[in-house]
């Protein structure tokens, strides 16, 4: 074969007037090292380096992939933060950096104790502790969709990993919690990176047993309710299997994307074979009495290493807390509360179909257009379908997907997750919601991974069913469809209207209620700045405790109580809050007092709640003031002919003033 030289053929690329692409580039790259000389033993030098040319480029095209992604989240996020604490969570991490009491909630329990960690790091880079949280989820949403690219790749293909990150990350959900330093905005990374190292460790990869345990027991001390969700799979991804017969050669990825040999390559069918995660190891080499000894020694450590992990942040919590006897009191008392409201236990099966609407609800606001494929799937107007043939007219090739070659047949095999591992990924969370509690939609943030994971093979499978359709049926003169085209078309509708239902949506979960809030707590400020701290009193109902909350923490000047009426009569106050200091919590929630002895006689009262503004007897309606969030602040005054009062008195299941002497 007549090679030419290496040098002319740098030097023709280096004379060429056209733009290098990537293609040009590999192309011209291995034309190089196919013309090194033959090495002493008469092998061609070309031969074997071309793979690393392959395979360097290959890594560069995925890293420059992986920043790409990066950087989209990063600047669709930066324009649209919320400029204020947007609910009450967001005060009680606020407060945790000043003063961590687990009894006051602050943080409330179970504590949230590396979350708090990082809000401490990231305020030191960010003055304001609302952009500090922030911060992190738009680092969340980076970290989550670079995951979800791998995790897509890892279990279908690059195509399915590319579309896959760009869903989570515009899933108007997401977005939303992320632009307002929720924790349900970290969380779903969190679930994306244990999701990935428990797939690897499935499929034999031993060094991922052991960095999903120290994740896992990470991800537990950013929200330990995700810890006790995901344990079922991580277990279920290390325990020792018995190798069964058929084992083919295959290739396991590694952390730095490259590929590395399996151990099932080199074995057969046989007795004493055993596995972690698919690794196979004769009897042999284990020794005599060890019969899978190695596997379930890799289990142990593993389950060890998890468990240090957890202490590593339980211990420090617990001393933060006061001790355990606090800890597990506040926490008991919490859930109690938390279960008295929607768990079978307390409430009976009654409320099961008020719990399936709201798990319903929180998925179709994370999935919102993407929700269409799934109910279609549900109907059985598709079907699911794991692999194509490439030449089948009703099945073109699939994205990422192998063609026909020379008129061949080739089938790829898109094989996913697996049944048990999407089973366990979803169940232990959906069970816990269904069953005893789920206190917002963004408690369902932790299911909506898998979920969108599976929505650009949902659109493959819808568009590969109806390219069939079109083949038999011919409708308007068409022969064909192109399943490729069809599915990135199916993708980027739903993309879009994920963007238009954050951007232009006038619901709570989107930029319109960012901005809400956001002119609320503004409008908020100004009046109450607008009042003497030494005249002035506000008052808020316990039904509305996120005002209360928020007053707190941005009002610490002002004397601030929380009235309990809702039953229609205002039968005492509970909580109040002055200069950060509360006896707000959940253990020992004080009776209803009758009387607000003022250390000073105050001229306004400011009511933050419509309900309870209309208990308000004997006072004098001075202004008010309609808010965005269809908020109003009310403004009362002693009657006429008072300057002041000295007191507010409850006696009567009414609000009143009490005169001064």
């Avoid at 120290?214 to 344990?231: D, K, Y």
């Avoid at 506040?330 to 307390?346: C, F, G, K, P, W």
């Amino acid at each position: 074969m007549l090679r030419r030289e290496p040098a002319a053929i740098i030097g023709s690329v280096m004379d060429s007037n056209a733009p290098i692409s990537p293609d040009r580039l590999s192309a011209n790259l291995r034309a190089v090292v196919e013309a090194l000389p033959d090495n002493a033993s008469g092998t061609p030098n070309g031969r074997q380096w071309t793979h690393v040319v392959d395979d360097s480029l290959r890594r560069t095209n995925t890293a420059v992939l992986l920043a790409g992604l990066a950087v989209v989240m990063l600047a669709s996020r930066l324009p649209f933060i919320s400029q204020t604490l947007y609910y009450w969570d967001s005060v009680h991490f606020a407060l945790a950096l000043e003063n961590f009491d687990i009894a006051r909630h602050q943080p409330h329990p179970p504590g949230y104790i590396l979350f708090v960690a990082l809000g401490y790091v990231a305020n030191r880079l960010f003055a304001d502790v609302n952009h500090a949280y922030i911060a992190i989820g738009i680092g969340a949403a980076m970290l989550g969709a670079v995951a979800m690219y791998r995790l897509g790749v890892e279990a279908f293909d690059r195509e399915t990993g590319l579309a896959a990150a760009l869903l989570l990350g515009f899933s108007p959900m997401l977005w939303f919690y992320s632009e307002i330093g929720a924790l349900y905005g970290v969380e779903p990374a969190l679930v994306i990176v244990v999701l990935l190292l428990c797939l690897r460790a499935r499929k034999g990869q031993v060094s991922a047993v052991y960095a999903g345990a120290l994740a896992l027991g990470l991800v537990g001390g950013i929200r330990q309710t995700t810890l006790v969700f995901l344990f079922p799979l991580w277990l279920y991804a290390v325990w020792p299997r018995r190798v069964g017969a058929g084992l083919s050669p295959s290739l396991s990825p590694t952390w730095g994307g490259e590929t590395e040999p399996s151990l099932n390559a080199s074995l057969t069918r046989g007795r004493g074979q055993w596995s972690v995660a698919r690794i196979a190891i004769p009897l042999s080499r284990l020794g005599k009495g060890g019969r899978g000894a190695r596997h379930f020694r890799h289990l142990f450590l593993s389950l060890m290493l998890l468990g240090f992990t957890v202490l590593a942040w339980l211990i420090p919590l617990l001393v933060l807390a006061g001790g355990p006897e606090i800890y597990f009191r506040e926490l008991a008392a919490l859930n109690r509360l938390d279960a008295m409201q929607t768990s079978i236990v307390y409430c009976g099966i009654g409320v099961l179909p008020k719990n399936i609407l709201y798990v319903v609800a929180g998925l179709l606001n994370g999935l919102q257009a993407g929700a269409i494929l799934y109910v279609l799937w549900l109907l059985r107007l598709f079907p699911y379908r794991s692999s194509v043939a490439s030449d089948s007219p009703a099945e073109p090739s699939l994205p990422g997907g192998s063609s026909a070659v020379g008129g061949s047949t080739q089938t790829r095999q898109h094989q996913g997750l697996g049944g048990w591992f999407v089973a366990l990924s979803l169940l232990p969370a959906t069970c816990f919601f269904v069953f005893d509690h789920l206190g917002q939609l963004g408690y369902t943030a932790i299911l909506l991974p898998v979920l969108i994971l599976y929505l650009p093979p949902l659109a493959r499978s819808f568009v590969a069913d109806l390219a069939g359709r079109v083949a038999r049926q011919k409708p308007f003169g068409l022969d064909r469809l192109d399943v490729r085209r069809g599915t990135t078309v199916v993708i980027g509708l739903v993309l879009a209207l994920y963007v238009v239902g954050f951007l232009a949506a006038h619901f709570p979960i989107s930029r319109w209620g960012i901005e809400e809030k956001n002119e609320r707590w503004a409008e908020v400020d100004r009046v109450v700045q607008s009042m003497q701290p030494e005249d002035t009193v506000l008052l808020t109902d316990l039904e509305d405790l996120d005002s209360f909350r928020h007053l707190f923490y941005y009002c610490p000047d002002y004397h601030i109580y929380v009235v309990d009426a809702g039953t229609g009569r205002a039968v005492g106050w509970r909580f109040e809050g002055y200069h950060r200091v509360s006896n707000y919590g959940f253990s020992d929630i004080p009776k209803p007092r009758q009387r607000i002895e003022l250390e000073a006689a105050i001229a306004n009262v400011l009511v933050f709640d419509e309900d309870l503004a209309q208990l308000a007897a004997g006072w004098r309606e001075v202004k008010r003031w309609d808010l965005p969030e269809q908020r109003t602040i009310y403004q009362l005054a002693p009657p006429e002919g008072v300057d002041r009062v000295v007191a507010i008195g409850f006696d009567r299941g009414l609000m009143e003033p009490v005169l001064e002497d």
